[in-house]
């Protein structure tokens, strides 16, 4: 049945923009002129293929969802939950309003491709507009292209040409929201959907505020490298869901940090790629490294996963994910680059792991990351660098710190009711063998 309004909405979609402030998509709502109901919708079609039912993903989202809903409801408005699938809750919607527009924000995945078409598809047939807008990315699609128009394929280029756009204070604008609040449709409560109705349970854990401060910017360049001192933000699951705007982020990090404005184009460059080269999901960006012959073995797999290799600094940084869901950056690139070069894992295997661990997952930069780290990507550097994990662990971790706060039976003396295990494999060989490996499985495609 039609709610008792018989006057035409518009329902904004939110998705990985969990927000009010600085929304591409809200303000063009808002500006459209009829009232404005948000709606979130918890996707069965993603949800129930999490077999961790106490994930940190659903639980940031679910806390995030409640404070858009108290402040929706101070303002006499409500946010709309959902869980369902997408599909099928729109259906539902359009018997319950009469919806005249939904609006959104874009995604670069597959599937949300699909998903968007597909409801889009659906709302023509029943006479409803679908509008979506760039709001995650600063800049995306094909706003960054090559001198003949093609999308870029190394970062370098990329990046000088990104830069030169954000010169334009424009990309860096926000959106006023704020200024037009006040056309919220305006509902009574409507209640939420809980965790225990979609099966999660609660952790309970606290998640990094969305701010960064001046100062970290500031060291950025300097502390970034170092896993044992608080020298990056902690932001990505931040930016993963958008509580936090990528603009209001880039115009503080244009004033004070290159280095930390660089690592949003990075951001922006893995969007670009996911979307133009949807094949990464599956396979190798350079579809000839797709031949490299992997040894996969069951209990490789496991000691790099459980953080039992016998190298401090890779060990550490699995033990931190298991944990916490994090990996400090730097340890990231160490422990991808030792799953795949010195135990010859699949790089989809070691991408598969952190998409299910890390609370900031998202599938462009992990995808992105494993890729280089693989050789296979978009990185120009020749496949045959290897990390050094012990030469990694003396540079940037020279004290031990972040080693001995993940692995406290490093160093162990004799009979020590847990004895710190020898490395697994050594480096020198590893380096050896997968050199080879690599140049037998590309010298296939000669």
């Known amino acids: 049945m039609k709610s008792e309004t018989s006057s035409p909405i518009a329902i904004m979609w939110h998705r990985r923009d969990l927000r009010l402030h600085d929304n591409a998509a809200l303000y063009h709502a808002l500006k459209a002129g009829r009232p404005v109901l948000p709606l979130f919708i918890f996707d069965k079609d993603i949800l129930d293929h999490l077999d961790d039912k106490r994930d940190r993903r659903v639980e940031f989202i679910y806390k995030e969802v409640l404070k858009m809903q108290d402040e929706l409801q101070k303002m006499g408005s409500s946010l709309l939950v959902r869980y369902g699938h997408p599909l099928e809750v729109f259906r539902q919607l359009a018997s319950e309003y009469t919806i005249a527009n939904v609006f959104t924000n874009y995604d670069y995945e597959t599937y949300s491709k699909g998903r968007d078409a597909e409801v889009a598809t659906y709302l023509k047939t029943v006479g409803v507009g679908f509008h979506s807008y760039k ?31 954000l010169a334009d204070p424009f990309y860096l604008k926000a959106y006023p929201t704020e200024n037009y609040f006040d056309r919220l449709f305006k509902t009574p409560p409507t209640g939420t959907v809980t965790l225990d109705d979609m099966g999660f349970e609660p952790l309970g854990e606290n998640y990094p505020k969305p701010t960064v401060s ?9 502390m970034r ?37 660089s690592e949003l184009c990075w951001r922006d460059f893995y969007f670009q790629v996911l979307d133009h080269f949807p094949h990464v999901e599956q396979h190798a960006f350079r579809r000839e490294y797709d031949n490299i012959k992997f040894l996969n073995r069951p ?7 459980t953080g039992t290799t016998g190298y401090p600094l890779v060990d ?14 730097r340890v990231r690139m160490v422990v991808a680059s030792f799953c795949i070069k010195h135990l010859l894992i699949d790089w989809r295997i070691g991408e598969a792991y952190f998409a299910q661990k890390l609370r900031d997952f998202d599938l462009s930069a992990n995808n992105g990351g494993w890729q280089w780290a693989a050789g296979s990507g978009t990185d120009a550097a020749p496949y045959f660098r290897v990390f050094n994990p012990t030469a990694q662990a003396a540079k940037f971790d020279p004290k031990g710190v972040y080693i001995r706060r993940w692995v406290p039976e490093y160093n162990s003396p004799p009979g020590a009711p847990v004895t710190y295990p020898a490395p697994m494999i050594d480096h020198a060989f590893a380096r050896q063998r997968v050199v080879e490996i690599y140049k037998a499985g590309l010298a296939k495609n000669d």
């Open 135 to 165: 709001d995650q990315a600063l800049l995306d699609r094909d706003e960054v292209l090559t001198g003949t128009g093609k999308p870029y394929t190394v970062f370098g280029p990329y990046s000088r040409n990104w830069l030169g756009k």
């Open 214 to 222: 001046a100062e970290l910017l500031a060291n950025y360049q300097k």
């Open 225 to 261: 490298d170092y896993p044992a001192e608080r020298g990056t933000s902690e932001l990505g699951i931040h930016l993963r869901f958008g509580t936090i705007s990528i603009r209001d982020l880039a115009r503080q990090a244009q004033e004070t940090s290159p280095t930390f404005l």
């Open 299 to 305: 209990e490789d797999i496991e000691r790099w996963k």
């Open 316 to 329: 550490a940084g699995m033990r931190q994910l298991n944990e916490t869901g994090w990996m400090h950056n």
